[in-house]
């Protein structure tokens, strides 16, 4: 699992990516509507602020971007990534060419919008759950978001679940099936000498096999409260160092319930692929 450190500095390079991509095909010549009607060189100052209560996330990497890609726009800003914002909170203040104030304005409330959406969803979901189990990210991000959905992420609190295929062993339902079911993917990772490794299990049944097998990480995906119960004492009863996550179905209606079952973690696709984006808008004054 990646620090926040550590995937805050891959964020930033992707953040540059991405906006550079955005806006590669736009300069002030393109933009048809402020070309065509502001004429000369107009000053201007702009302010950014949360229309509903926020936790912010996004604010540095805007800062970021105007420095190295728009030097010649003065800024301000009131509030850091992280920090919970009260409605109608002011978070930076632009000054600067109204047309590239303009040009940038839709993808900065994006990305604004859309991180501090996720870091605010998934800060909700921290706060119900308890110190003894962690909530987690999944990989159910957008193409291309990936690094900056998961900064986001932690931003809210949560830890960074495997970044990519590349990380680790994660042993899923369908591999699982395309293997001819628990037993014979058992017997594939003991002829292959496979020691580390993660593993869903969709029953109890199959969490015994994959702990006679030596898993040391089970991933229990969507099943009943009942059943996690029973895998949670059967843990206790073999006084196993194994970890036990959550998968499946959780949201933040019912993240309490599964909290009080006893896991070490409980992953949350919701954090990122349905978190609702924050109202964040730009206004000249």
Request: charged letters at 30%; a positive charge; one cysteine or more.
């Amino acid at each position: 699992m990646l620090k926040l450190s550590e995937l805050s500095k891959i964020a930033y390079k992707q953040l540059l990516v991405d906006l550079n991509d955005d806006l590669k095909k736009i300069d002030a010549k393109n933009d048809v509507t402020s070309h065509s009607l502001i004429l000369n060189k107009l000053l201007i100052r702009a302010e950014i602020s949360n229309r509903e209560e926020t936790v912010l996330c996004g604010i540095n990497f805007i800062e970021y971007f105007l420095k190295r890609k728009f030097p010649s726009l003065s800024f301000e800003r009131y509030f850091n990534d992280g920090q919970y914002l009260r409605k109608n909170s002011k978070i930076m203040r632009i000054d600067g060419d109204c047309k590239k104030i303009f040009l940038i304005e839709r993808s900065l409330l994006n990305l604004l919008q859309h991180l501090s959406g996720i870091a605010t969803y998934t800060n909700k979901i921290v706060k119900i759950s308890n110190e003894k189990t962690k909530i987690l990210d999944t990989r159910k991000t957008l193409p291309g978001l990936r690094k900056l959905q998961k900064y986001a992420t932690s931003i809210g609190g949560a830890l960074n679940h495997r970044m990519g295929l590349y990380e680790e062993i994660l042993i899923k339902d369908n591999h699982i099936k395309v293997l001819g079911g628990m037993d014979k993917t058992i017997s594939i990772l003991n002829k292959k000498n496979i020691k580390k490794y993660k593993i869903e299990c969709e029953n109890y049944e199959d969490v015994e096999k994959a702990i006679g097998a030596g898993a040391s990480y089970i991933l229990l995906d969507n099943m009943k409260p009942a059943d996690i119960k029973k895998c949670i004492k059967l843990k206790q009863k073999l006084n196993s160092c194994i970890k036990f996550e959550i998968t499946g179905g959780v949201s933040l209606d019912n993240i309490k319930n599964y909290c009080l079952l006893g896991a070490d973690y409980i992953s949350v696709g919701k954090i990122t692929n349905s978190a609702k984006s924050v109202d964040i808008g730009l206004d000249i004054i």
